[in-house]
């Protein structure tokens, strides 16, 4: 058992933990959450003894072995798959000790002790581990120096897995995985033999491989029984209580202070007011919660185009002579909201960087809307920010006519505020870099937002304010992400890349993690291609908690409406233009606005469709 009794931790004066107390059981899995800077990964430092207390004690059992992720694994000429053999530091040695030992005893210890640990099926476990996290049997023969820094973040989480220590600290393991890789990940721990604590913001996680939530705020630690939707709701609970005590304690030295004032200086009274004196001195105040600070998006809205804004007609891309992706044919309309599915390596990012023209098409034709404006977001685009400028000096150089106050303005939309838009991006947070990164992404009001893993380093309410503020945006949205809670809010229509294509998904998230988990396909890809796909009306999944379903549903509902209206309102004005017979003097005009009436009431038709199965799910859930 984890035992952390009183534990007292400051950084430079300012306090982290203040007589914080939890017993954890051998074999539990526990989600550690709190919001950034509470001291988490502090704990974890703690616990492997690399700071000292100031007061308090942390105990495990004589002999435990404590386990994480501290750092990539080293680029040598090792292969991946020896990197992470020779991470069970006991293994090896054993190993290494029975080719030279003489004494018949020690001999037979070492072969008892290496059959205790099950070191003969050892090279299996470490390339089923690898497997899970992305690595082809080819991949785990190639020396990690072949890799980049986040495949051997990959490695270096294989190895701590592979050793399997009696207590495993992982710290925002899923950053660097794919949604597989998270997926496999969820599942495993959920078997992993021995004690598990993991900081994640990724609600799916928590709710599925962990039965306990340690949440640490204001210094203190609690532990909960179940997932995060478990503790959320408990949480809740616990805060609506305290607000009512606080309430009736606040009423209560009210009218004790009152009848002390009246009274006080009557004699007949007075000792009854010394009494109330004394019960006001003694009770102790209780607090009513501070509701968490939740800073929203604030996207800038653009203009209305006419469909499609995007269309791919037989494109092949990929890098070099290579092509990834051949012969796409696919349309997008500014109301679509897309997220790409598929396994490791087979094009999603590749995808994505076509899309927001970071690649150009080796073949075919790419047909974009003259107005058309791409965002891009991609992970390593917050690694490639300015270190040694503010944020107030990003929008600036973006922005160099706006005055200061505005530009502050942009920045608090995405909650930087005064104190962060005057700090070097060297020292914010991850979640703060994405911030601006994601600022940058949208500050020219792109038709066409494509996202890649854009969630890493947000924290919960970061994640759930991103999917409002998504819900809210009038323009096309294409997403790939590992946090399926996200998918599941945002999207309403599922690409498939696989093998060289891109085909519709017709299944939904469930049924494509049940694929991923049990190779068993509920769902089937369509033989069209995907833009010809009808949008997937939303499912709701049973785990979701009712306020992200009924969020999610009436901002479909809502933005399915706006587009009906925007739609009338553009065939009005091509009902105008089309009425003006100077338009029939061109053939070549007269044929273009007829071919976008067209489009326009092909367009009005899907959205309309959308809209009525928009409001009938909404209405079914709320009957719920």
């Known amino acids: 058992m984890l035992r952390i009794s009183d534990i007292s931790y400051s950084i430079q004066g300012r306090p982290l933990f203040e007589q914080a107390s939890a017993s954890i059981p051998d074999g539990h899995k526990v989600g550690l959450v709190g919001p950034n800077g509470a001291g988490k990964t502090t704990l974890f430092r703690l616990i492997r003894g690399e700071l000292s207390l100031d007061s308090g004690d942390i105990a495990l059992p004589a002999r435990a072995r404590i386990g994480g992720v501290a750092q990539e694994a080293q680029a040598t000429g090792q292969s991946v798959l020896d990197t992470v053999l020779a991470a069970d530091q006991e293994r090896a040695a054993l190993l290494t000790e029975s080719q030279t030992a003489a004494d018949p ?17 050892a090279e299996a476990r470490a390339a089923s581990i690898l497997d899970g996290l992305g690595f082809s049997t080819a991949d785990q023969a190639r020396p990690t120096s072949d890799f980049s820094g986040g495949w051997r973040m990959r490695v270096a989480l294989a190895g701590v897995l592979f050793s399997r220590p009696d207590l495993l600290l ?20 959920a078997r992993y033999p021995h004690t598990v604590i993991i900081i994640s913001h990724d609600r799916d996680l928590l709710n599925r491989a962990v039965g306990h939530i ?48 009246r009274f006080r200086a009557k004699a007949t009274k007075a000792r009854q007011a010394q009494a109330r004196i004394k019960m006001l001195a003694k009770m102790e105040p209780i607090t009513a919660p501070q509701d968490a600070k939740l800073h929203r998006f604030s996207f800038p809205q653009p203009e209305q185009l006419s469909p499609p804004i995007l269309a791919l007609d037989g494109v092949s891309v990929g890098y070099g002579s290579r092509a990834v992706l051949n012969r796409l044919t696919l349309r997008i309309d500014q109301d679509d909201r897309i997220a790409l599915l598929g396994r490791n390596g087979q094009g999603k990012s590749t995808l994505s960087k076509l899309l927001a023209e970071r690649l150009a098409a080796m073949e075919g034709r790419v047909t974009r809307s003259s107005k058309l404006r791409v965002g891009y977001f991609a992970q390593h685009q917050v690694d490639e920010l300015h270190l040694d400028e503010t944020p107030l000096d990003h929008v600036r150089r973006l922005r160099p006519d706006e005055a200061p106050a505005k530009l502050r303005a942009r920045l608090a939309g995405f909650g930087l505020m005064e104190a962060q838009a005057e700090t070097k991006v060297a020292r914010l947070s991850g979640g703060q870099k994405a911030r601006l990164s994601l600022l940058i992404a949208t500050i020219d009001a792109p038709h066409l937002l494509v996202l890649d893993e854009p969630t890493n380093h947000l924290d919960i309410e970061s994640r759930e304010a991103l999917s409002e503020a998504l819900n809210d945006y009038t323009g096309a949205v294409v997403l790939v992400s590992h946090d399926m809670h996200l998918l599941g809010l945002v999207a309403d229509r599922l690409w498939l890349v696989n093998e060289g294509a891109v085909t519709a998904y017709e299944g939904d998230l469930d049924d494509y993690r049940r694929f991923l988990l049990t190779g068993e396909n509920g769902a089937r890809t369509a033989e069209k291609p995907a833009a010809a796909a009808k949008p997937a009306t939303r499912r709701p999944a049973p785990h979701r908690p009712a306020r992200d379903e009924l969020l999610a549903l009436r901002a479909e509902a809502r933005r399915a409406e706006e587009r009906v209206q925007k739609l009338a309102e553009m065939l009005e004005k091509l009902d105008v233009k089309l009425a003006d017979p100077m338009v029939y003097q061109n053939a070549a005009e007269a044929e273009k606005w007829g071919r976008k009436h067209a489009e326009a009431l092909e367009a009005m038709s899907r959205a309309e469709d959308i809209w009525m199965n928009a409001l009938e799910n909404l209405e079914l859930a709320e009957k719920d």
Do not use: C
């Open 170 to 189: 992982l710290d925002e393991p899923t950053n660097y995985l794919d949604l597989e890789g998270a997926l496999w990940l969820e599942t495993y721990l």
């Open 214 to 261: 340690l949440h640490l705020e204001d210094r203190k630690l609690t532990l909960y029984t179940g997932g995060y939707d478990d503790f959320a709701r408990m949480r809740a609970e616990k805060r609506a209580l305290l607000a009512s005590e606080a309430k009736k304690q606040t009423e209560r030295r009210a009218h004790l202070q009152s009848f002390v004032d």
């Open 105 to 121: 005893h020690r001999i037979a210890e070492i072969q008892t002790r290496l059959a205790d640990i099950d070191a003969w099926s």
